[in-house]
């Protein structure tokens, strides 16, 4: 069946591409490929303005996705010069990433997304949705030998994790070392392995 993540590219409120990796909404899965797309922003001297919509497929491209069959199709009868005339990688596969930028194809990912991570390269924000949340009766039934840190609501935005770019190493080695995270909402953050 698959664990299936949707990483988004925004500027702000406006989707410019998004990519489907069929065994990645893990949460360390995710954060491996969140780090890889926030290195090449910034190896490639971040945004475009002029040419945006190139930034957000390239850095989709950096994790190996690329456009398969269906999304060259509608590609092709949607009328957009500018994206007939972008030289994009093929699919490899659903694992490396089908990256898509119409917007069917775009709504297609959501719709199989079982985790999100949304990055929006002009506030350079992360929004990571790659946990589950569970009720602390649930909790205390199932888990006890595991010892989720208690912590203040107000230091991260939930329900996801909001994260400047260059915290997402921060964010990654916090997240290897806890089991999960306390809420004060009756309930416990806990990663996806």
């Known amino acids: 069946m698959g664990q299936r993540l949707n990483i988004e590219i925004l500027d702000g409120e406006t989707l410019l591409a998004n990519a489907y990796y069929h065994w990645s909404a893990y949460t360390s899965s ?21 040419d945006i919509r190139t930034t957000a497929i390239r850095l989709l491209e950096s994790t190996g996705a690329g456009y398969d069959a269906e999304e060259r199709f509608r590609i092709e009868q949607s009328g957009d010069e500018f994206l007939k005339n972008l030289t994009v990688n093929e699919c490899i596969d659903r694992n ?17 997304e079982e985790g999100r991570v949304s990055i929006d390269i002009s506030s350079e924000l992360v929004h990571f949705n790659v946990y589950s949340e ?10 006890d030998d595991w010892h989720p840190v208690l912590i203040n609501e107000d ?16 964010f990654a080695k916090a997240v290897s070392k806890i089991d999960g995270i306390k809420t004060m909402r009756c309930s416990t953050i806990t990663w996806i392995e």
């Open 134 to 143: 569970i009720e602390d009766d649930d909790w205390d039934n199932y888990y």
């Open 96 to 112: 490396r990433g089908i990256l898509s930028v119409t917007e069917e194809g775009m709504n297609d990912t959501r719709s199989w």
């Open 155 to 170: 230091s991260f935005k939930w329900p996801d994790f909001e994260i400047p770019f260059v915290d997402i190493s921060e």
């Open 30 to 50: 995710a954060i491996h490929l969140t780090a890889q797309i926030i290195n090449t922003f910034y190896t490639s001297r971040g945004l475009n303005k002029t």
